[in-house]
T-cell receptor, first 112, second 112 residues
Framework: NAGVTQTPKFRILKIGQSMTLQCTQD?????MYWYRQDPGMGLKLIYY???????DKGEVPNGYNVSRSTTEDFPLRLELAAPSQTSVYFC???????????FGPGTRLLVL | GDSVTQMEGPVTLSEEAFLTINCTYT??????LFWYVQYPGEGLQLLLK?????DKGSNKGFEATYRKETTSFHLEKGSVQVSDSAVYFC???????????FGQGTELSVKP
């Protein structure tokens, strides 16, 4: 069981570039989440999904987009990268609302 | 709104010392409470949880009791090891869409 996998592990972007952070889970979980973690801060929720075809904004959605065409995949899109998006991004999944969330290893993004 | 406040780190202890990491919360209703741990270079993983008042969550020698009267969920361990060095996050389950609200994290460093 791979759990939650994320790619890439690390990426450097120039201001204005675009990229997609990939997230895949093999646990057949309905709920999936994207968080960002800034130094000395807790995790902030960017977007989440309660099932294929359903997504909703979290606390800090500006500058990001998501889609959920399958149960397994939940990619996060950055359209015009800005230095403020330099962070570590974590994807997570859970079977349901109150259940434990399972986290991927994270993607470290640096925008210069 | 709902929030979680943790004691600031970093916390540095000697091996076999007693650990307490304070966590208090503000929430409407009766949230579920969690402690997650993040080892260096990894994603978060659930350490323990409690779903109602007076419940005690425990795992790997760590304990936390859900205290409704003091709105607290302090993490304790009687004898820490070097391998416990990590960042610890307190979180509450937000009663909408299965969203977790995280504290800012407390870094623990255990010296031999």
């Amino acid at each position: 069981n791979a759990g939650v996998t994320q790619t890439p592990k690390f990426r450097i972007l120039k201001i204005g570039q675009s990229m997609t952070l990939q997230c895949t889970q093999d646990m057949n979980h309905n709920y999936m989440y994207w968080y960002r973690q800034d130094p000395g801060m807790g995790l902030k929720l960017i977007y989440y999904s309660v099932g294929a075809g359903i997504t909703d904004k979290g606390e800090v959605p500006n500058g990001y987009n998501v889609s959920r065409s399958t149960t397994e995949d939940f990619p996060l899109r950055l359209e015009l990268a800005a230095p403020s998006q330099t962070s570590v991004y974590f994807c997570a999944s859970s079977p349901g609302g109150i259940e434990t969330q399972y986290f991927g290893p994270g993607t470290r993004l640096l925008v210069l | 709104g709902d929030s979680v406040t943790q004691m600031e780190g970093p916390v540095t202890l000697s091996e076999e010392a007693f650990l307490t990491i304070n966590c208090t919360y503000t929430a409407t209703g009766y949230p579920s409470l969690f402690w997650y741990v993040q080892y260096p270079g990894e994603g978060l993983q659930l350490l323990l949880k409690a779903t109602k008042a007076d419940d005690k969550g425990s795992n790997k020698g760590f304990e936390a009791t859900y205290r409704k009267e003091t709105t607290s969920f302090h993490l304790e361990k009687g004898s820490v090891q070097v391998s416990d060095s990590a960042v610890y996050f307190c979180a509450l389950y937000y009663n909408q869409g299965g969203k977790l609200i995280f504290g800012q994290g407390t870094e623990l460093s255990v010296k031999p």
